[in-house]
């Protein structure tokens, strides 16, 4: 079935560096995927929308040179934070558009990323 | 705007019991549900989802959800629940003129042996 690795599972960086967050489709092509963002205890906050050569589409309130999306190819999308502050500790988490008949697609999360700044 | 919202945000049951979980959504038009399980510290998992068609939809591991339009509801069922069902549960819905998916505030599910 359709599997998505993201990378790195954690990470621990310091205030004021930049961290950057893999998102892999392994069996088939996504173009388009989606960044989320989980606070302990609560839901799955939609960040953006990365689409395959193009700019991604961000959610109202997410500050779009903070959090860069790449999406530069149909297997690859990355979400950069940069200058990381401890208020960006978070679960992230992304999911790509699988494959399936004809509209009926789905979707296929990765296993998320712990990020704790410091 | 498109929401959807789980109003039970924690559930203890014992093995055997019954669970129904609910999820209500705001769209107005045209809306497929879903409704994923994330065990501790593993992704998302896909129990079951509703596109159209018969609004009792079968999932995986026993689990089976009910579309009622009349209530805006997509309740998340199962006779019998067992220990490994122990996880969070999130429902999530996605409107036709929309790609990404909007999730509930998530319930976890504890399941006492």
């Known amino acids: 079935g359709a599997v998505v690795s993201q990378h790195p599972s954690w990470v621990i960086c310091k205030s004021g560096t930049s961290v950057k967050i893999e998102c892999r489709s392994l069996?088939?092509?996504?173009?388009?995927m989606f960044w989320y963002r989980q606070f302990p205890k609560q839901s799955l906050m939609l960040m953006a929308t990365s689409n395959e050569g193009s700019k991604a589409t961000y959610e109202q309130g997410v500050e779009k040179d903070k959090f860069l999306i790449n999406h530069a190819s149909l297997t690859l999308s990355t979400l950069t934070v940069t200058s990381a502050h401890p208020e960006d500790s978070s679960f992230y988490i992304c999911?790509?558009?699988?494959?399936?008949?004809?509209?009926?697609?789905?979707?296929?999360f990765g296993s998320g990323t712990r990020l704790t700044v410091v | 705007a498109q929401s959807v919202s789980q109003h039970n945000h924690h559930v203890i049951l014992s093995e055997a019991a019954s669970l129904e979980l609910g999820c209500n959504y705001s769209y107005g038009g045209t809306v497929n549900l879903f409704w994923y399980v994330q065990y501790p510290g593993q992704h998302l998992q896909l129990l079951l989802k509703?596109?159209?068609?018969?609004?009792l939809v079968k999932g995986i591991k026993g689990f089976e959800a009910e579309f009622i339009k009349s209530k805006f509801s997509f309740n998340l069922r199962k006779p019998s629940v067992q220990w490994s069902d122990t996880a969070e549960y999130f429902c999530?819905?996605?409107?036709?003129?929309?790609?990404?998916?909007?999730f509930g505030s998530g319930t976890r599910l504890q399941v006492q042996p």
């Open positions: 509703y596109f159209s068609g018969d609004p």
């Open positions: 069996d088939f092509q996504a173009t388009t």
């Open positions: 999530a819905g996605r409107d036709t003129g929309r790609r990404a998916l909007t």
């Open positions: 999911s790509a558009m699988s494959p399936r008949q004809g509209f009926n697609y789905g979707y296929t």
